[in-house]
């Protein structure tokens, strides 16, 4: 049975990408089978939710404010803020199980208790996240899709774009980090059209990182490799 033709009126989206990498680890695999569920955000997937019932935050969180990492990587950034920022609750989204893994296992060492991890598609996320409820979201070296027809894939087009700013809170902040400079075109051009403002006003607002900025794994290989980090910032205005 295709996913056009799930019962529950899934519809059909492409995904570009690997969900995963070579094995795991015991102690990887021991984090997934002990921690992952423990960790959802509650009910995202078509199978789990047909009828796209939003999730309770408040629930979920006491009233924090949510913050959102699209495609967390090995998870180092996630952890870093929901260390820092214990006053609010982070969700995370990624569909490379070696990477959810990766972040389980820094959860452990860590201690925190302020992030919830979605496995998957982000746009599945998107569904079921209540309108307005995301005060700061961060896309830290998106999947760049270099090839000219494959730029389609990337998240800085309408597919992504149009729920994500229904979900950002007005005045809510989106980062960007990439180092492929027509990614930061691409993303310079579309993220305006859908309601998100760029608050750069010079070179060193792009160029200089955040200050609660941790350098990813993606970061410190594009810069031993030679390419130029890019720190974007957008808020929703409309």
């Known amino acids: 049975m295709t996913r056009k033709e799930h019962p529950s009126g899934a519809p059909w989206r492409n995904f570009y990408g690997r969900r995963h990498g070579k094995g795991l680890r015991p102690s990887q695999q021991?984090?997934?089978?002990?921690?992952?569920?423990a960790l959802s955000p509650g009910p995202v997937s078509w199978d789990e939710n047909p009828d796209r019932t939003p999730l309770d935050l408040d629930a979920l969180f006491g009233g924090r404010d949510v913050w959102l990492e699209v495609g967390?990587?090995?998870?180092?950034?996630m952890v870093h803020q929901a260390a820092?920022?214990?006053?609010?609750?982070?969700?995370?989204?990624?569909?490379?199980?070696?990477?959810?893994a990766m972040l389980l296992g820094k959860i452990?060492?860590?201690?925190?208790?302020?992030?919830?991890?979605?496995?998957?598609?982000v746009r599945d996320l998107f569904d079921v996240l209540p309108d307005g409820s995301v005060a700061k979201a961060f896309v830290l070296y998106p999947?760049?899709?270099?090839?000219?027809?494959?730029?389609?894939?990337?998240?800085?087009?309408?597919?992504?774009?149009?729920?994500?700013?229904?979900?950002?809170?007005?005045?809510?902040?989106?980062?960007?980090?990439?180092?492929?400079?027509?990614?930061?075109?691409?993303a310079l051009e579309e993220m305006p059209r859908h309601g998100l403002?760029?608050?750069?006003?010079?070179?060193?607002?792009?160029?200089?990182?955040?200050?609660?900025?941790?350098?990813?794994r993606y970061e410190q290989k594009a810069l031993r490799e030679g390419r130029v980090p890019h720190?974007?910032?957008f808020r929703r205005d409309g």
């Open 231 to 233: 720190y974007l910032t």
């Open 84 to 100: 820092a920022h214990p006053e609010v609750g982070l969700i995370g989204c990624e569909p490379y199980i070696n990477g959810v």
């Open 30 to 37: 021991a984090y997934l089978d002990k921690d992952l569920a």
């Open 197 to 216: 403002a760029w608050l750069a006003e010079g070179l060193a607002d792009w160029r200089r990182p955040w200050d609660d900025w941790l350098p990813t």
């Open 143 to 186: 999947d760049p899709w270099p090839k000219s027809k494959h730029h389609r894939r990337r998240f800085v087009t309408p597919e992504y774009l149009r729920p994500l700013q229904r979900v950002m809170a007005l005045g809510a902040e989106v980062r960007i980090a990439t180092d492929i400079p027509d990614y930061v075109r691409q």
């Open 108 to 121: 452990r060492a860590a201690g925190v208790g302020n992030i919830r991890i979605h496995p998957g598609d």
């Open 72 to 77: 967390f990587g090995g998870g180092e950034h």
